[in-house]
């Protein structure tokens, strides 16, 4: 079991560090190899995401991903700032399809901005599409109008594109992840005004088939983002395109409370996949030995259950973390009154005696 480690930037670094401590006291046989992404790269290598980084994930069964930028990069050419190293990884490794579990652990239920009966309990699993849609359409620019309401006028534009089998493969990824949680998927749309979402709601119906134990219903997107703070509960597996997902996940992230508690993967038909906190590099608290590392902790769980096949050791992992939650630990972001304020390190070392 091969691991590429990339802790990045800011908090990335002792965050990774971390979850390397707690893999490493699974006491299983992993090879764990570390290389340098984001603006660490392009400091030492000038470029975000070197060629020996590449070949590195390229080779390895799963990435441990920590996080990457910095406002310090924020001048330089699009090519090299730190964030490309994340659309280089997704590219190069296939990576089409992004789960964002959000669970509302029943000890941080206060720390969420919703009425505490909403969302104790919650465990939704949001998939978005990673490769296609109008982040990725052309043609796209600037030009000047032909047409529309202001004809000789400067104006741009994107293209929001989906082929059926781009479509086919992330609904295959949705229904199988629902198999094995409540089996009701969600396909959210905007199939009432976008051509490209009515041909994703026709290829969902049809994939669909396959599956006749799992429930689907399809969703307009706008009445999604109402439902997801209304009723979030009523949700198992949500399954949508990249912009939608994009905006939606971020969304959910937030029932939870923290940002420091969510972990994500992306993975490729083979299997690969790159595990990551689903937030950025924090350099407003990096370095201070405060940031929550829970989320990567949470990231390297779902690596061992989704790509090394290795479920219980994942198990373990989730549970060790609800245990020092129950035991009332808390880095400062998941902080209340009547519990015990820990920093990173701490934190990291009460997960790895909880796995005993
Ligand atoms: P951010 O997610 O880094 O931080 C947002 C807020 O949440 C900050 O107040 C931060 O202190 C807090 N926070 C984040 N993670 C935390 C943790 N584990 N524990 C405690 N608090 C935590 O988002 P931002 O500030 O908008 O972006 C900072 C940098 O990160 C930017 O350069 C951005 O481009 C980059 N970024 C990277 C990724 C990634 O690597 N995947 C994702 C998002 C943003």
Redesign the pocket.
Known sequence: MKIAVLP?D??GTE?VKEAVKVLHALDLPFEMEQALVGGAAYDAHGHPLPESTLKLAMDADAVLFG?????KYDTLDRPLR??QA?LGLRKHMGLFANFRPAICYEQLVGASSLKPELIAGLDILIIRELTGDIYFGQPRGRRTAVDGHFPGAEEAFDTMRYSKPEIERIAHVAFQAARKRNKKVTSVDKANVLETFQFWKDVVTEVHKQYPDVELQHMYVDNAAMQLVKAPKAFDVLVTGNMFGDILSDEASMLTGS??MLPSASLNSKGQGLY??S???????AGKG????L?TILSAAMMLRFSLNQPEAADRIEAAVQKVLAQGLR?P?IYSEGTTKVGTAQMGDAVVQALA
């Open positions: 990045g800011g908090i965050i996080a990457v930028g910095d406002w730190p964030e994340i940002i420091g990551e906190p937030h950025g590099s924090a350099p407003d608290i405060v940031a929550n590392p989320a880095t972001d």
